[in-house]
C-alpha cells in the first residue's frame, strides 16, 4: 500500500482544467519530485491533497483511507503537512509561536486548564516550547527564535514554514517550492535538511520544486505534469532524457517540427 | 499546595485593594465621579472582551451593545425573580444581595455567551464586512426585541417589580473584581495553545487551517467568551442605574466599544484597558457637547488612523514594553 494515492484526480475552475485525470502513488519513506512548467497544476495538486480545494472527480486516499473532501485542518491532523509557494507564515508571532501554533496534538489540556493555568496546561505549553526548539535546531533556526517571524530573511522563513509544518509530526511534507529564493549555498544545505528529515524522522517527502539542481540531487521519483496532465514519471535520469519533458519545458521537439 | 496557597493569597489582596480603594472613593468623591468610575470599570470588561474578537482574533463585531443588553435584560430579570427565595433562605441582607447580584450577572453571562455562540456558527464562516453586517444586524434585532417584549417592560425599560426600580448592587467593588477577573481569564486565553491560534487566525486562516487549527471551534468559542464578558458588564450597567432600557444598547454604544480598543491598539489587552478609561472619560469631558461629541469621536479616530494607526500600544502589552527581550522564552505571566 502506497502512502498517499491518488486516483484520477480532476480539478476545474470555470473554464480552465486544472488538474486532467491526474493518477500517482508515493511510497512511505520515498522523496518525490512534482515538476512541470508555470502554469502546470503542481500548486493546485497540493491544494487538493492537502483540502484547500475538493477535486470535481477522483479520489485521495491516504495510508489507505479516503481523504477526499476532508478539511484542511482535518487532512492535516492525519498527518499531511505543507509548506506555502507565497510564504504563509505569521507575521507578527514570534519564530518559536509560530511553530507551536502547529502543535495542538502535543496540547491535549483544555481551555479551562489554560484559563486557570493549571499543571497539566503548563506541561503541555513546556512540551510544545521544547519540540518546538529541537525542530528549530534541526531547521538552522534557534537563534531566532524569538524575533518577529516577519522580520527574517526570506530563506528563513522558508525554513520556519518546513519547521512548523513539522511540529505536525507529520508521516507526509508537501514542500511547495521551497528552494525559491534560495542562493546555491543555501539551496545545498535544504538538499542535506531534507533527506535528514526523510532518515531522522522517518518522512515522506514531496517536493514541488523549479530548481533542477535540487530537484535532480534529492528525488528518487519524478513525476512531471503539464497543463494539468501527467507527461512523464521516472527516475532522475529518465526524465532528463525523456522527449515529453523536454518537449514541455523547451518547446516542440525539433524533428516533430520540422515533420 | 504553596502554588494554590499563593494564587489564593494574590487574589484575596487584589480584592482587599479594589475593597478598600472603593471605600476611600465611596466616602472622598462626588457621585458624578464614583459612576465615571464605574463606567470606566464596565468600559474596562467591554473592550477587554471585545478585544479578543477584534483584535485578537482579527473578526470584526459591530454589535456587541447587542450581547451587552442580552446580559443586562437576563441578569436584571434573573435577580428580580431569585432575589426573594434567596432573601428567605439567607437572612443576611448584605450576603443575600451579593449571592443574588452574582448569580444574575452570570446568568447574564451565559444567555449573552449563549446568544454569541448562537450567533457565531452560522456567521464565523464569513470574514470581514460580512461578518460586521451580520453583527450590526443581530445587535438592531436585539435591541427591537427588547424594544418589544412586553414582559421586559418594551420601550419604556426594564425596572424589575420595585417601583423605586432594580437594585443598585454595582459598587465600585464589584465592578473592579469583576474587571479584575475578566482580565485575567483574556490574558490567560491570549497567552495559550488556544490564544496562539486566534492570533495566527488573524494572521493567515489558511496556514492556520493547514497547520491543523480547528479555525471555526476557535472562532465561536472567541466569539462566545467574548459575548459573555460583554454580558457580565451589561449586567453590572444594569444594576448601575436601577433599570435597563433599550436605547442604552443602540448602535452607537457598540461604536463606543471599538473606539475603544482602536484608540488603545486592537490585540492588546492592557491597550484595551486604557482605551476603556480613556472613552468613559472623554465621553463625560464632552457632555457639554451633546450631539457633537459623536463628531469629536469621528475626527479622534480620523487623527489616530493617521498618525497611529496601530493605536496606543499596537498588538503589545504594557509588561513587553516595560522589560527587556527576555533571552530564553519564558512562558508569559501566570494568573
Request: glycine share 10%.
Amino acid at each position: 500500500m502506497s502512502l498517499l494515492e491518488l486516483d484520477s484526480v480532476d480539478k476545474i475552475f470555470g473554464g480552465l482544467h486544472a488538474v486532467r485525470g491526474v493518477s500517482l502513488k508515493i511510497e512511505a519513506g520515498s522523496i518525490f519530485g512534482l515538476i512541470g512548467p508555470n502554469g502546470a497544476g503542481k500548486t493546485t495538486l497540493f491544494n487538493v491533497i492537502t483540502g484547500v480545494y475538493t477535486p470535481e472527480h477522483g479520489s485521495i486516499r491516504f495510508e489507505g483511507k479516503p481523504i477526499t473532501g476532508l478539511r484542511p485542518a482535518e487532512i492535516a491532523a492525519r498527518g499531511v503537512a505543507r509548506t506555502f509557494q507565497n510564504i504563509r507564515i505569521f507575521k507578527t508571532m514570534t519564530v518559536e509561536e509560530n511553530v507551536m501554533v502547529a502543535g495542538h496534538h502535543l496540547h491535549t489540556a483544555s481551555l479551562f486548564d489554560a484559563l486557570v493555568r493549571s499543571r497539566r496546561y503548563e506541561r503541555d505549553e513546556r512540551a510544545l516550547r521544547e519540540r518546538a526548539r529541537e525542530l528549530l535546531k534541526i531547521l538552522a533556526l534557534e537563534d531566532l527564535a524569538q524575533e518577529a517571524a516577519g522580520s527574517l530573511p526570506y530563506g528563513s522563513q522558508r525554513r520556519l514554514e518546513i519547521a512548523r509544518a513539522l511540529m505536525l509530526s507529520p508521516k507526509l511534507l508537501l514542500l511547495d517550492e521551497p528552494a525559491a529564493g534560495m542562493n546555491s549555498q543555501e539551496a545545498r544545505a535544504l538538499n542535506e535538511q531534507i533527506r535528514f528529515l526523510r532518515k531522522e524522522l522517518g518522512l515522506t517527502v514531496v517536493l514541488v520544486e523549479h530548481n533542477m539542481a535540487v530537484v535532480m540531487n534529492v528525488c528518487e521519483t519524478i513525476h512531471v505534469v503539464d497543463h494539468g496532465e501527467t507527461i512523464a514519471e521516472g527516475a532522475p535520469a529518465a526524465i532528463r532524457a525523456d522527449a515529453g519533458v523536454l518537449a514541455a519545458y523547451l518547446g516542440e521537439a525539433p524533428e516533430e517540427a520540422l515533420s | 499546595m504553596t502554588r494554590a496557597a499563593l494564587r489564593t493569597a494574590v487574589a484575596c489582596a487584589v480584592l482587599a485593594v479594589i475593597y478598600l480603594l472603593g471605600m476611600a472613593l465611596e466616602a472622598g468623591l462626588t457621585d458624578y465621579v464614583q459612576r465615571i468610575a464605574l463606567l470606566a470599570g464596565i468600559n474596562v470588561i467591554l473592550a477587554v472582551g471585545l478585544n479578543l474578537i477584534n483584535g485578537t482574533t482579527g473578526q470584526f463585531s459591530i454589535g456587541h451593545a447587542g450581547f451587552m443588553a442580552v446580559g443586562a435584560y437576563g441578569a436584571a430579570f434573573v435577580g428580580v425573580q431569585i432575589a426573594p427565595a434567596l432573601h428567605a433562605a439567607i437572612h443576611v441582607d448584605a450576603l443575600a444581595n451579593a449571592l443574588t447580584f452574582n448569580v444574575a450577572l452570570v446568568a447574564g453571562a451565559i444567555l449573552a455567551g449563549f446568544c454569541g455562540f448562537l450567533v457565531g456558527i452560522p456567521s464565523l464562516r464569513l470574514r470581514g464586512d460580512y461578518l460586521a453586517v451580520v453583527t450590526l444586524g443581530f445587535g438592531e434585532i436585539i435591541r427591537i426585541l427588547f424594544n418589544n417584549a412586553k414582559f421586559l417592560g418594551a420601550a419604556t425599560g426594564y425596572f424589575g417589580n420595585d417601583p423605586s426600580g432594580l437594585p443598585t448592587y454595582t459598587s465600585f467593588f464589584w465592578v473592579y473584581a469583576w474587571a479584575a477577573l475578566i482580565v485575567v481569564l483574556v490574558h490567560n486565553l491570549t497567552f495559550s495553545q488556544t490564544g496562539r491560534s486566534l492570533i495566527a487566525i488573524r494572521e493567515d486562516e489558511i496556514a492556520a487551517e493547514a497547520m491543523a487549527t480547528p479555525t471555526t471551534r476557535l472562532k465561536v468559542i472567541a466569539f462566545a467568551f467574548s459575548a459573555a464578558t460583554a454580558g457580565i458588564a451589561g449586567g453590572l450597567f444594569a444594576h448601575m442605574q436601577a433599570g435597563v432600557r433599550p436605547e442604552d444598547f443602540r448602535f452607537e454604544k457598540s461604536i463606543d466599544m471599538i473606539v475603544m480598543i482602536i484608540v488603545g491598539g486592537l490585540g492588546s489587552i492592557s491597550g484595551a484597558i486604557l482605551g476603556g478609561i480613556f472613552v468613559a472619560v472623554t465621553l463625560e469631558l464632552m457632555r457639554d457637547l451633546q450631539q457633537y461629541r459623536l463628531v469629536l469621536y469621528a475626527v479622534l479616530l480620523v487623527v489616530i488612523m493617521l498618525v497611529r494607526p496601530q493605536g496606543l500600544l499596537g498588538t503589545r502589552e504594557l509588561h513587553h514594553l516595560l522589560r527587556k527581550r527576555p533571552k530564553s522564552g519564558k512562558a508569559t505571566g501566570a494568573a
